[in-house]
């Protein structure tokens, strides 16, 4: 029972070295975002896309179990003390590898609907994509550096995507955008934008794990209406 106790590396269920690994979830990350929004965004071959990313997301979902595993035996060697960190780590290590699914989703647009959105949303959206991929890179250094203040003024810039993300989706659904298009295109842009407003939620939640306590974690996913 429990032979993969044995076969772990002994640096690796340091809280150090589960850090290291879950920094190489979040670089994964971005790599998968920027691909599936080639695909989608920027006309890239999506079955040339398809194979680098599934490859990437298979070695996000092996450091994920490998973190899991790790967590194990570093909470049973160290005891209750090392359960705080251990749950932080556990509930950000989700939000990692929810990067890679959502990846995935905006690349099926792309093989579904080979075509790019129509103007004025490929714009926005490529406006988008840059944001998303830069806060993606910073959240991976933020976390590195357990930078609290640095967590505080990304939250805020995260909001402000979120909410942008929020807005045209319902700008589309109440047809109040400048395109009058086929059904399909503003279902495809809809997703999109419901999908990127997913990746930085879950980079938020990353980076709110510096700055709020554990029983607090993932509650800015929640709107302001029914957030505590």
């Known amino acids: 029972m429990f032979k993969w106790l044995k076969r772990l590396d002994p640096e690796a269920s340091s809280i150090g070295g589960m850090d290291r690994m879950f920094g190489r979830m979040l670089q994964d990350g971005r790599h998968v975002f920027d691909l599936a929004c080639s695909a989608y965004l920027e006309g890239a071959d999506a079955s040339i896309v398809h194979a680098d990313l599934v490859k990437t997301d298979q070695g996000i979902n092996k450091l994920e179990r490998e973190i899991r595993r790790a967590l194990i035996v570093h909470a049973t060697v160290h005891g209750v003390s090392e359960f705080p960190p251990c749950l932080v780590l556990m509930s950000v290590t989700k939000d990692a590898e929810r990067i890679g699914d959502y990846a995935k989703n905006i690349l099926d647009l792309a093989t579904l609907r ?35 203040k640095r967590a505080a003024a990304f939250i805020e810039s995260a909001e402000v995507i979120k909410d942008e993300c929020d807005d045209k989706v319902e700008e589309i659904l109440l047809h109040e955008g400048e395109s009058s298009v086929g059904p399909a295109e503003p279902a495809a842009t809809a997703l999109c934008y419901r999908y990127f407003k997913r990746v930085i939620s879950h980079a938020r939640n990353v980076v709110t794990s510096l700055v709020v306590s554990v029983d607090r974690l993932d509650y800015y996913d929640e709107s302001d209406e029914t957030r505590n």
């Not at 806060?135 to 930078?147: F, G, R, T, V, W």
């Open 114 to 148: 080979p075509k790019k959105p129509e103007a004025p949303y490929h714009a926005h959206l490529m406006g988008l994509k840059s944001r998303i991929s830069s806060a993606l890179a910073d959240a991976h250094d933020i976390y590195d550096a357990q930078d609290a």
